[in-house]
T-cell receptor, first 112, second 112 residues
Framework: TQLLEQSPQFLSIQEGENLTVYCNSS?????LQWYRQEPGEGPVLLVT?????EVKKLKRLTFQFGDARKDSSLHITAAQPGDTGLYLC????????????FGEGTQLTVNP | NAGVTQTPKFRILKIGQSMTLQCTQD?????MYWYRQDPGMGLKLIYY???????DKGEVPNGYNVSRSTTEDFPLRLELAAPSQTSVYFC???????????FGPGTRLTVL
């Protein structure tokens, strides 16, 4: 069974601060996705990374896939209250076919 | 496009009752998935389908059944509801295994 561990589980910061969320595993993943989920809604995809060492930027969000494709990080610069939500990483294992393994999520609260 | 729709949004069941959670997508996606999300947790895969007539078990299939007679519909059946099945259920679809998964708004189920 492939596991994805996210840290921290909870994060509460002030508007304007920077933060990093981590997603780690002992398994290798073919690709890794980051989703954001708001209360009462389904997750929405933010980014997919597929190459070891890949870095993708989405406005103030920077995503990195580890060189060994076992870990990933999400860095938010100058967080805003609109960034509040549950951030989930999800990995496609090398032998898991069409299934994603989800981490347990990081609940981010950005206070005005 | 409506995307992925789920009905009902909320439901309360008594122990031992049965129900079907409906899921429909209008994007002509081959892949469809059912997940459950317990409070403060990530998503656990229940069942998935790679096309009409083809279904397979995910991580937590016990107590559930699925069918996929059309590309659009992927209903999830609970035969004998148990309190452990209290959760939020999400249906998702994707064009292919490495593409974005689009999630429905979820069904919040309580079993008393």
């Amino acid at each position: 069974t492939q596991l994805l561990e996210q840290s921290p589980q909870f994060l509460s910061i002030q508007e304007g601060e920077n933060l990093t969320v981590y997603c780690n595993s002992s398994s290798v993943f073919s690709s890794l996705q980051w989703y954001r989920q708001e209360p009462g809604e389904g997750p929405v995809l933010l980014v997919t990374v597929v190459t070891g060492g890949e870095v993708k930027k989405l406005k103030r969000l920077t995503f990195q896939f580890g060189d060994a494709r076992k870990d990933s990080s999400l860095h938010i610069t100058a967080a805003q209250p609109g960034d509040t939500g549950l951030y989930l990483c999800a990995g496609e294992g090398e032998t898991s076919g069409s299934r994603l393994t989800f981490g347990e999520g990081t609940q981010l609260t950005v206070n005005p | 496009n409506a995307g992925v729709t789920q009905t009902p949004k909320f439901r309360i069941l008594k122990i031992g009752q049965s129900m079907t959670l409906q899921c429909t997508q209008d994007m002509n996606h081959n892949y469809m998935y059912w997940y459950r999300q317990d409070p403060g947790m990530g998503l656990k895969l229940i069942y998935y389908s790679v096309g009409a007539g083809i279904t397979d078990k995910g991580e937590v299939p016990n107590g559930y059944n699925v069918s996929r007679s059309t590309t659009e519909d992927f209903p999830l059946r609970l035969e004998l509801a148990a309190p452990s099945q209290t959760s939020v259920y999400f249906c998702a679809s994707s064009r292919d295994r490495v593409f974005t998964q689009y999630f429905g708004p979820g069904t919040r189920l309580t079993v008393l």
